[in-house]
């Protein structure tokens, strides 16, 4: 089975450095070395310009459409968030908007926060996941939360981390597995109905 899962990373920070982008890059080193990815990761604070204005997709500049469709056709989606005032960014979330109600049906998504102390992290369950749901995407079984303690330094410095990373990929991998084989199947199946 070679099919490589298209995946996007999405970074919720508006902020460069920031934690999140920390957490998301030590999830995307885990996940690759389980799985063939091919990653394009969106910043959000890249987007300020393009996606804060925009009301629907016609009103995207292509920087923006790009990031937007470039969600909509991953395989698989790593979303990454951090806490302002007990929920995600405004602007995340906007982002989120902009998508298609229909696009992520069933595309497995892996959720991950980071925030100023351990009581935000269930921001995971109650407002990424439900954010998720709407979609009919699959949000995978856990999600990782990182604190200041955890990450310093640009570096994941928690060994409790480190491991909660292992065992959300340990738990992800036989589900990004089971699609890269329905992919693979749909791939052989296309060209065979063209030529009918």
């Given amino acids: 089975m070679s099919r490589i899962l298209q995946t996007v990373?999405?970074?919720?920070?508006?902020?460069?450095?920031?934690?999140?982008?920390?957490?998301?890059?030590?999830?995307?080193?885990?996940?690759?070395?389980?799985?063939?990815?091919?990653?394009?990761?969106?910043?959000?604070?890249?987007?300020?310009?393009?996606?804060?204005?925009?009301?629907?997709?016609?009103?995207?500049?292509?920087?923006?459409?790009?990031?937007?469709?470039?969600?909509?056709?991953?395989?698989?989606?790593?979303?990454?968030?951090?806490?302002?005032?007990?929920?995600l960014p405004g602007l995340l979330k906007h982002l989120f908007d902009l998508v298609g109600q229909h696009a992520l049906h069933g595309t497995p998504v892996l959720l991950a926060?980071?925030?100023?102390?351990?009581?935000?992290?269930?921001?995971l369950d109650h407002q990424l996941r439900p954010l998720f749901g709407f979609f009919s995407a699959l949000t995978l079984p856990i999600g990782v939360y990182a604190t200041p303690q955890d990450i310093d330094n640009g570096e994941v410095v928690s060994d409790a981390l480190r491991q909660h990373i292992d065992l959300a990929v340990?738990?992800?991998?036989?589900?990004?597995?089971?699609?890269?084989q329905r992919l693979a199947q749909q791939d052989t199946i296309r060209p065979l109905a063209v030529a009918a």
Wanted: glycine share 6%; charged share 20%.
């Fill in 9 to 87: 990373i999405v970074n919720g920070s508006l902020s460069r450095p920031s934690r999140t982008r920390v957490l998301l890059d030590a999830l995307h080193e885990r996940l690759a070395e389980q799985l063939p990815l091919k990653v394009q990761t969106i910043d959000l604070v890249d987007l300020l310009p393009d996606v804060g204005a925009a009301l629907s997709q016609d009103a995207l500049s292509p920087k923006g459409l790009q990031a937007v469709q470039a969600i909509e056709q991953a395989d698989f989606l790593v979303v990454g968030s951090p806490v302002f005032r007990a929920s």
């Fill in 113 to 123: 926060a980071t925030g100023g102390s351990a009581r935000h992290s269930l921001v």
């Fill in 170 to 180: 340990q738990l992800a991998t036989p589900v990004l597995q089971g699609v890269r």
